[in-house]
């Protein structure tokens, strides 16, 4: 049974699938435990598959490989696949048919090559203008002026991350001899395939887990090893959107009352939180009425956006962005892009 699985693993991508066996949940990045999710499917042999967002945390590298196993289960398997994405290159490459939702409603439904070739529903015809328009945008990007560099907001130098054995799993090195300065009014990419480090290294930016060798300097001031205590003050200057949004708040809080804390923080009046609520809503694109909702009751991509405005709404210095729009469809997500870059300017 154990040869199966680690084969499983393997097919969807899991370099280190001995390793990874035998690692809780918690222990595996998003990324990670989207493939460990698809290979469970997989072993089952299903007759029908409703894949629900299964690429969304993947790397380009894993998504290609995850595609190309849902086609031989297809082919192999004759299964049938409903596939759930708000991806429309991930939509064009693997569906043979296509259906286009919106608020619950069944727009436009046609072979592929139609839908993207010949939209008919002006939504479709939205979706798809905007996927071309956000794929086409490094090429449009303006080179940097010459401008003498900004000063440095936060720098990491030389650091390393060793998470410590556990039961029969060896100390786990995820970060190793970091470099880097995030400069102000600057936006930095991380970039790199799923499991590669990159999500650690947000959370040790921000000294949710604290590294084990190196320093990090924010603002000039050490903060590698001060306690929690001192790193109050810092902590809403230093926000950030969790890849996972549903992890992110208390189920038994509505959405209203989950900004109305950050919000208070902020040292926003109380006559005035919920029309700062409303306002953050409609720049991610959600409405007033999702300020009076639990989390269970919304989708990834809200939370998500729920998330980005709770990062905002405090007027931070730093943010870090955890896939935070990974989830989010080609029209929300174009919406999202153009808030950052607002805030980048403010």
């Known amino acids: 049974m154990r040869e199966t699985a680690l084969r499983l693993m393997r097919d969807v991508g899991i370099k280190r699938a001995e390793q990874a066996l035998d690692l809780y949940p918690h222990q595996l990045s998003g990324g990670m435990l989207q493939r460990v999710l698809i290979a469970l499917v ?4 299903p007759d029908l598959i409703v894949a629900d967002e299964p690429t969304t945390n993947l790397d380009k590298i894993v ?14 398997l004759d299964a049938g696949i409903i ?6 290159g991930v939509a064009a490459s693997l569906c043979d048919r296509i259906a286009v939702m919106r608020y619950g409603e069944v727009l436009e439904t046609g072979p592929a090559r139609q839908i993207f070739e010949d939209p008919q529903h002006e939504y479709t015809q939205l979706l798809i203008s905007t996927a071309r328009e956000i794929s086409d945008a490094p090429a449009k990007t303006a080179p940097a002026a010459d401008l003498p560099p900004a000063p ?8 390393d991350l060793t998470f410590p054995a556990s039961g029969a799993r060896p100390p786990f090195k995820a970060l190793q001899s ?15 395939e799923s499991g590669s480090g990159k999500t650690t290294l947000g959370r040790t930016l921000l000294r949710l887990y604290e590294p084990s ?17 001192a790193m109050r003050p810092m902590r809403r200057e230093l926000q950030m959107v969790f890849q996972d949004p549903g992890s992110s708040f208390n189920p038994r809080y509505t959405m209203g009352r989950s900004m109305a804390d950050a919000l208070r923080m902020a040292g926003v009046p109380k006559d005035r939180i919920r029309e700062r609520i409303t306002g953050l809503f409609t720049r991610v694109g959600l409405t007033a009425a999702h300020a009076d909702r639990f989390p269970h009751e919304l989708s990834g991509g809200q939370l ?6 709770r990062a905002v709404a405090l007027d931070p210095r730093l943010i870090v962005a955890d896939e935070a729009v990974s989830k989010l469809d080609v029209s929300v997500r174009s919406g999202v892009l153009r808030l950052f870059r607002e805030i980048q300017r403010e």
């Open 42 to 45: 997989l072993a089952l042999e």
């Open 213 to 229: 060798a190196g320093r990090l300097t924010y603002r000039g001031q050490d903060i590698t090893h001060i306690s929690e205590r």
């Open 178 to 192: 970091v470099s880097l300065d995030i400069r102000e009014g600057e936006i930095l990419g991380l970039v790199g």
């Open 152 to 159: 440095a907001l936060f720098s990491l130098e030389n650091i």
């Open 304 to 309: 998500q956006r729920v998330g980005i405005a």
């Open 83 to 88: 596939f759930v994405t708000h991806d429309m």
């Open 63 to 76: 998504e290609r490989q995850i595609l190309d196993l849902f086609l031989d289960l297809r082919s192999r």
